[in-house]
């Protein structure tokens, strides 16, 4: 199975977790009736990406202070080429953004958020506007585990929910409470 058809599936048998999540799994599923050139950024109008949301075992969520947007927001990025699922893209980024090794990955997805976005496209081409197609999971660190700070991140940091960081990209916040809830059955 490719990416893309591990998108279209996973996208397909997925129960939202929210109405917005709900419009959005609708409006990603549209993205890829374009076809498995919606997963990659040489699709300029928009393009499905993967993030995750860390967390640890006292219930703190890892964000990075994003380097070119300077906005707090969980770790995530483009699919490429070699990601099998969504759910290891979500993965892959999440390892090399944070330099946590053996991260426990739950493979449903607990948000979908749609967003402008300025993006390089894969040519080297400069940023121009596009629109990222978020699909997000959850992801616990294990114990112990300590952050590394990638070339992508100005910054990492734990966070209590209570106590989150600003300047807050938007849709952050809107993970929060399915991966608390998700948190409960793993």
Same mark, same amino acid.
């Given at each position: 199975?490719?990416?893309?058809?591990?998108?279209? %599936?996973? @996208?397909? #048998?997925?129960?939202?977790?929210?109405?917005?999540?709900?419009?959005? =799994?609708? =409006?990603? &599923?549209?993205?890829? $009736?374009?076809?498995?050139?919606?997963?990659?950024? $040489?699709?300029?109008?928009?393009?499905? +990406?993967?993030?995750? !949301?860390?967390?640890?075992?006292?219930? =703190?969520?890892?964000?990075?202070? /994003?380097?070119? @947007?300077?906005?707090?927001?969980? &770790?995530?990025?483009?699919?490429? $080429?070699?990601?099998?699922?969504?759910?290891?893209?979500? &993965?892959?980024?999440?390892?090399?953004? #944070?330099? *946590?090794?053996? @991260?426990? @990955?739950?493979?449903?997805? *607990?948000?979908?958020?749609?967003?402008?976005?300025?993006?390089?496209?894969?040519?080297?081409?400069?940023?121009?506007?596009?629109? /990222?197609?978020?699909? %997000?999971?959850? !992801?616990?660190?294990? $114990?112990?585990?300590?952050?590394?700070?990638?070339?992508?991140?100005?910054?990492?940091?734990?966070? +209590?929910?209570?106590?989150?960081?600003?300047?807050?990209?938007?849709?952050?916040?809107?993970? *929060?409470?399915?991966? %608390?809830?998700?948190?409960?059955?793993?």
């Amino acid at each position: 199975m490719s990416l893309y058809e591990d998108a279209v %599936r996973v @996208l397909t #048998s997925w129960t939202a977790t929210s109405d917005a999540a709900e419009v959005n =799994r609708k =409006r990603t &599923l549209g993205l890829l $009736a374009d076809g498995p050139v919606a997963m990659t950024r $040489a699709h300029r109008a928009g393009h499905v +990406t993967a993030s995750a !949301l860390i967390v640890d075992d006292a219930g =703190r969520v890892l964000l990075c202070l /994003h380097g070119r @947007l300077g906005l707090w927001m969980q &770790l995530g990025g483009h699919c490429e $080429a070699g990601d099998e699922t969504l759910a290891a893209a979500a &993965l892959r980024e999440a390892t090399e953004e #944070s330099g *946590i090794d053996g @991260l426990l @990955l739950d493979p449903e997805p *607990i948000d979908i958020d749609v967003h402008e976005v300025r993006c390089g496209a894969a040519d080297g081409a400069p940023a121009g506007p596009s629109v /990222h197609y978020d699909v %997000r999971f959850l !992801l616990r660190a294990p $114990a112990g585990a300590v952050e590394r700070v990638s070339a992508e991140s100005a910054e990492l940091g734990w966070f +209590t929910t209570e106590a989150l960081p600003s300047p807050l990209a938007a849709g952050v916040v809107q993970q *929060i409470g399915p991966a %608390r809830a998700r948190l409960d059955q793993m």
